[in-house]
């Protein structure tokens, strides 16, 4: 009986150890759980953490390209803009210094007209003064002809070179009756210009003709002779030679001719000023060279003139 009560009293004890270390075995299985979640729970924190820092910074990074996006493309607009209307605004100055060269070169060569038809009626009025019927109607006739290709070419920016040949050689023959027969000319034209189909300004070699006569030859009691060469030099240039033998420029100014100066200094004013004007409008190179000529004694013989026109 006694020995049945310790085995009794020994399988209980046994029975609460294996309990308690049972217990033990829960409680440190459950710490351990308990750490696990904890660690979990952390990498969990630290993974949520993480992926917000990221987001965060992939939205700051996006919000800044965005930003930037939107900028530049503000910026290109203004540019753009800027661009546009600095191009609108050069446009118009383009377009209005054009219609203000066009402008004055159509009011020069209105002051030409009146000049050019001016000489021509005081040849009229010195014949009729002499009552020279003959002369006075065959110039007349002439000065029809003349007023005629004048008041056509002024209506346009250019003409046909036979066109200006023809104005000029009216005008050379009306200035020749005038002073009797003593101015006498010539007019050359080289085979490969083709006079119909080039064009040129008109009334453009009146003004160096009209200087050559009154300058030139109405100085010598003899007389003298004009001669106009027109050549082509090339397929894109056209020369004009006005050559005259009279006294030279030297000798001219000499004679201090009221008259003449005053014609000279209005008709090649204006002349320069057309061809000024005409070489900024059409972005050519019209060209104008004045040559005294001299003989081996170094006396002045004559007066060249050459001018080049780009065609």
């Known amino acids: 009986s006694i020995l049945k009560t310790l085995d009794l009293n020994r399988l209980q004890e046994t029975s609460l150890k294996q309990l308690l270390e049972n217990q033990s075995i829960k409680l440190q299985a459950g710490q351990q759980e308990s750490e696990i979640k904890k660690f979990r729970i952390n990498e969990l924190d630290q993974q949520v953490t993480t992926q917000h820092r990221t987001r965060n910074f992939l939205g700051a990074g996006m919000m800044l390209m965005i930003l930037s996006g939107v900028s530049l493309l503000w910026y290109n607009k203004k540019l753009r803009l800027k661009n546009k209307d600095l191009e609108d605004k050069n446009e118009i100055i383009k377009e209005v210094t ?18 050019f038809i001016f000489n021509c009626l005081n040849s009229i009025q010195l014949y009729t003064a002499q009552n020279n019927t003959e002369k006075a109607t065959d110039y007349l006739n002439k000065f029809s002809r003349l007023i005629r290709l004048v008041l056509e070419n002024s209506r346009s920016d250019k003409v046909s070179l036979e066109n200006e040949l023809e104005t000029l050689r009216l005008y050379i023959e009306m200035e020749a009756m005038r002073f009797r027969g003593k101015v006498s000319f010539q007019i050359n034209t080289a085979q490969n210009v083709d006079k119909d189909y080039i064009q040129i300004p008109p009334l453009l070699l009146q003004p160096f003709v009209e200087n050559a ?11 003298g002779t004009i001669r106009i060469e027109v050549t082509q030099p090339n397929d894109h240039l056209l020369r004009f030679d006005i050559t005259d033998d009279g006294v030279g420029r030297e000798k001219a100014t ?58």
Request: glycine share 6%; no cysteine; proline share 2%.
């Open 98 to 115: 054009h219609k203000i060269q066009a402008t004055e070169i159509t009011a020069l060569r209105a002051q030409m007209n009146p000049h």
């Open 213 to 223: 006569i009154w300058h030139g030859l109405m100085h010598k009691e003899e007389g």
């Open 254 to 311: 000499e004679f201090k001719s009221k008259s003449a100066t005053q014609n000279k200094s209005f008709g090649m004013k204006v002349t320069a000023e057309r061809i000024e004007l005409i070489n900024q409008l059409y972005h050519t190179s019209t060209q104008v060279q004045i040559i005294d000529l001299k003989n081996k004694q170094g006396e002045a013989t004559g007066t060249k003139v050459v001018v080049e026109i780009p065609i």
